[in-house]
């Protein structure tokens, strides 16, 4: 069973910085894309940044130049290095895989439960 975990949401004033971090990609037996989401009040989720099967990486507009995404060598732990943040990015910070939860089975999205992302003006 999937299983991907978020941390290190939390608190932080506008200009401030924080990092996430999402365990738990071993749990996905094959992985395409891996990347974050996020759900900012009164807008559908969107793409904050995420790494393709290829090693391309990508990064919403409003995120580019400011959000850094990464991941360790083993590729189970995903990284948000978030600088120079604004209200606007108050959200919910989804982790994201998209692959094959077993050998069977179909490319899916797969989500974590999400951490809470708060950003004083």
């Known amino acids: 069973q999937v299983q991907l975990v978020e941390s290190g949401g939390g608190l932080v004033q506008a200009g401030g910085a924080l990092k996430l971090s999402c365990t738990g990609f071993?749990?996905?037996?094959?992985?395409?894309?891996m990347g974050w989401y996020r759900q900012t009040p009164g807008k559908e989720r969107e793409l904050v940044a995420e790494i393709t099967i290829g090693g391309n990486i990508d990064y919403g507009d409003a995120v580019k130049g400011r959000f850094t995404i990464s991941r360790d060598n083993a590729r189970t732990t995903l990284y948000l290095q978030m600088d120079n943040l604004k209200s606007e990015d108050t959200g919910i910070y989804y982790c994201?895989?998209?692959?094959?939860?077993?050998?069977?089975?179909?490319?899916?999205?797969?989500w974590g439960q999400g951490t809470q992302v708060t950003v004083s003006s």
């Open positions: 071993q749990t996905v037996f094959k992985i395409n894309d």
């Open positions: 994201h895989a998209k692959g094959r939860a077993a050998y069977f089975a179909g490319i899916r999205d797969h």
